[in-house]
């Protein structure tokens, strides 16, 4: 890190991931099992779990990478000698991507899954059948134009 940053720029791409893989988790807990009535139940649980996990491992690797690194370079910054800041440094980012490499593995195992499942992730339950659809239809529909009132 330099001296004159505030913080790392690799805890800013680590925040930034972290963003996003929260917002994907978000879909993945959203994923209705409803909207794909053909998938066992069981089979759709196990993938959710299976993604929710690996997008939890990668959530939690970005938030500890960020922690972790801003502790040792500003608390232990220093204290220790440079050589050694710069050791803990490397193994604290080599940690992290080895961490987000297993979870990509995780997160590849359950998308290789859903595709095998026929499971979009982020679908959400429309509806009943079809007489719900046309109620709702009858809903959306446009108002019948009234008849002039003559004056």
């Not at 991507?97 to 995780?106: D, I, K, P, Q, S």
């Amino acid at each position: 890190m330099k001296p004159g940053l505030p913080i790392d720029p690799t805890d800013i791409l680590a925040l930034v991931l972290m963003g996003m893989f929260a917002m994907r988790r978000i879909n993945i807990r959203g994923t209705d099992a409803r909207a794909f009535p053909s998938v066992p139940s069981a089979a759709f649980e196990l993938w959710q779990t299976r993604a929710d996990r690996a997008k939890g491992i990668a959530i939690h690797a970005c938030f500890a990478k960020f922690v972790l690194n801003s502790i040792w370079f500003f608390v232990f910054g220093r204290r220790v000698i440079l050589p050694v800041l710069a050791t803990g440094g490397w193994i604290l980012f080599l940690g992290w991507v080895a961490a987000m490499m297993y979870a990509w593995w995780r997160a590849s195992s359950a998308q290789s899954l859903a595709e095998a499942l026929g499971i979009v992730p982020g679908t959400r339950f429309a509806g009943g059948g079809p007489e719900a659809r046309d109620a709702v239809a009858t809903e959306l529909a446009a108002p019948e134009p009234e008849e002039a009132s003559s004056r």
